[in-house]
C-alpha cells in the first residue's frame, strides 16, 4: 500500500474510538465531529480534528466512511515459507502516524523470527524500536503490530517487544524511505 496524503474532509457517523498523536492517549471522538483524513495507510487513518492529529484503526474505518481491510487469507497447506512472507507484508501496513512510510522501509524492526508450533499453528516474535525513545506512540504502534499479525492464520501469538540497543538512526532507513523523506 503507497503512501497517500490527502485532505480529504470526514464527519464521524459513530462515536469512534481513537488515539491521539503524537502522546497516545486513547479518546473518544463525537459522531458528528468533522475532520480531514491527512493519512490514510496500512488500512488505519490519520485524522486532523480541532487541531490534534489522531489516528483511527482500520478496525473503525467504517466510522469514517472508509471500508475495513478485508481477512487474510492463507492457502490450505500453507508452509512457514508463505506465513512468513505474509507476516513481512503485515509488517510493511504498519506506519509510525506521523511519517508516511512503514516500519521495515523505515529499519524499524530489528528481528522477526517464525515459530512453528506442535499443533501447526505458529508463534511470531518482533524485536523493533521507534525512531525517538520518548515516542508516545511506541505502546500503540507495538499493539498495531501485534493485532496485525495476529490476523494472519496459523498465527496464535505475537511477541512484538520495544527495544532501544543499537538506537535507530537514519542510516538504517532502506533506500526508498531516505529518497521519500529527502534524507538521501
Given amino acids: 500500500m503507497g503512501y497517500s496524503s490527502t485532505s480529504e474532509p470526514v464527519r464521524f457517523e459513530r462515536d469512534c474510538p481513537a488515539v491521539m498523536v503524537p502522546q ?5 471522538l463525537p459522531a458528528g ?8 495507510l496500512g488500512g488505519s487513518f490519520t485524522v486532523y480534528v480541532d487541531g490534534n492529529l489522531f489516528r483511527i484503526a482500520g478496525a473503525d ?5 472508509k471500508t475495513p481491510p478485508a481477512p487474510i487469507e492463507l492457502p490450505d497447506g500453507a508452509g512457514d515459507a508463505e506465513v512468513e512472507q505474509l507476516v513481512w507484508a503485515q509488517l510493511r501496513t504498519c506506519f509510525d502516524p506521523e511519517i508516511p512510510i512503514d516500519i521495515v522501509e523505515l529499519g524499524l524492526v530489528y528481528d522477526c523470527t517464525l515459530e512453528p508450533l506442535e499443533d501447526g499453528n505458529r508463534r511470531v516474535e518482533v524485536r523493533m524500536t ?41 542510516t538504517m532507513m ?6 521519500e523523506t529527502g534524507m538521501f
Wanted: glycine residues 10%.
Fill in 174 to 179: 532502506s533506500e526508498a524511505a531516505k529518497l
Fill in 24 to 28: 497516545g492517549d486513547a479518546v473518544t
Fill in 130 to 170: 521507534l525512531t525517538a525513545p520518548g515516542c508516545g506512540m511506541g505502546d500503540v504502534l507495538v499493539d498495531d503490530v501485534r493485532s496485525k499479525l495476529e490476523m494472519i492464520p496459523t498465527i496464535v501469538d505475537a511477541d512484538v517487544s520495544l527495544v532501544f540497543d543499537p538506537p535507530w538512526n537514519q
Fill in 33 to 40: 465531529e468533522a475532520g480531514y483524513v491527512t493519512q490514510a
Fill in 61 to 65: 474505518a467504517d466510522a469514517i466512511g
